[in-house]
């Protein structure tokens, strides 16, 4: 992979990286625990327990992204970056486009 395209993926990951950070925050806020103490009706309380379950779910996706992220910006240098770690063959560039973080190409993840 020529260095243009190293800075475009650097650059990119860099952008998605902090995105994934600021849902990461989003998420931690809204799947904080409610207060027992809070009046709520019992529908209600069931409601923000499921949305509690869903938010808490995200974030630990999220936080998953970010990892693959931040490994897939380390290995950026690496001359394997780009390559599948399965067969070897190359990563498409429009899926490391839509998915920097891949590490396997579209046939080895089926």
Do not use: W
Request: with cysteine; proline share 4%.
């Amino acid at each position: 992979m020529d260095d243009t395209y190293k800075e475009t993926f650097r650059q990119l990951i860099e952008d998605e990286i902090e995105e994934v950070r600021e849902k990461i925050a989003a998420f931690e806020e809204s799947s904080k625990a409610l207060a027992p103490d809070k009046a709520i009706g019992r529908i209600s309380r069931m409601d923000s327990f499921n949305d509690q379950g869903i938010h808490s779910a995200a974030l630990s996706a999220a936080r998953e992204k970010h990892f693959k992220l931040e490994q897939a910006l380390a290995k950026l240098d690496d001359p394997d970056f780009g390559r599948c770690v399965a067969c070897g063959g190359a990563i498409p560039l429009q899926r490391l486009l839509a998915l920097p973080e891949s590490t396997h190409c579209v046939r080895c993840t089926t």
